[in-house]
């Protein structure tokens, strides 16, 4: 959801400064080429559910489970896609770990998880504190850090 002229207003060194040079010349040859790109793709279709709710209608009859992995890495489009398509039967089951939100460098925001209970108050959260991957100590070591982050869902983790 961010056009070239937005993307060069906040580049900053020298990689988004090439990438802001480029974006537009890659955008114009999808254009010229009748293409859209996979974030393109996301992006036209909640446009298309903006602009033709009968559309919408047709695609959330079609869909009316819609499970989401990964959902702390999911980004802005893919998060309105995910509530567009949800709205009305809100049958969406939605896994996720905060503490693995890795992605933002690519539009990822773990806030959609954070915020997941505000947009699905209905929603039942179960939290799976059992860890098979790691030891007592390394889980008392995590639980040390996540209980000073204010804004990590509270978990109790064990082994």
Do not use: C
């Not at 060069?8 to 040079?21: E, N």
């Not at 998060?79 to 939605?94: P, Q, S």
């Amino acid at each position: 959801m961010v056009s070239p002229e937005m993307y060069a207003g906040y580049a900053q060194g020298y990689f988004q400064k090439t990438v802001a040079k480029i974006y537009p010349e890659y955008q114009q040859r999808l254009r010229q080429s009748n293409a859209l790109d996979f974030d393109d793709l996301l992006l036209e279709t909640v446009h298309l559910f903006e602009e033709s709710p009968h559309i919408l209608k047709k695609y959330q009859e079609l869909f009316k489970f819609i499970l989401v992995d990964e959902y702390q890495d999911t980004n802005k489009v893919q998060y309105a896609l995910t509530k567009a398509l949800a709205n009305g039967h809100e049958n969406l089951f939605v896994v996720g770990d905060m503490s693995q939100a890795i992605y933002s460098f690519r539009g990822a925001d773990f806030r959609n998880i954070l915020n997941f209970q505000n947009d699905y108050p209905k929603a039942k959260i179960y939290n799976l504190g059992k860890n098979y991957r790691s030891t007592k100590n390394i889980l008392e070591a995590a639980k040390n850090l996540i209980k000073n982050n204010s804004t990590h869902i509270p978990l109790d983790l064990w082994t």
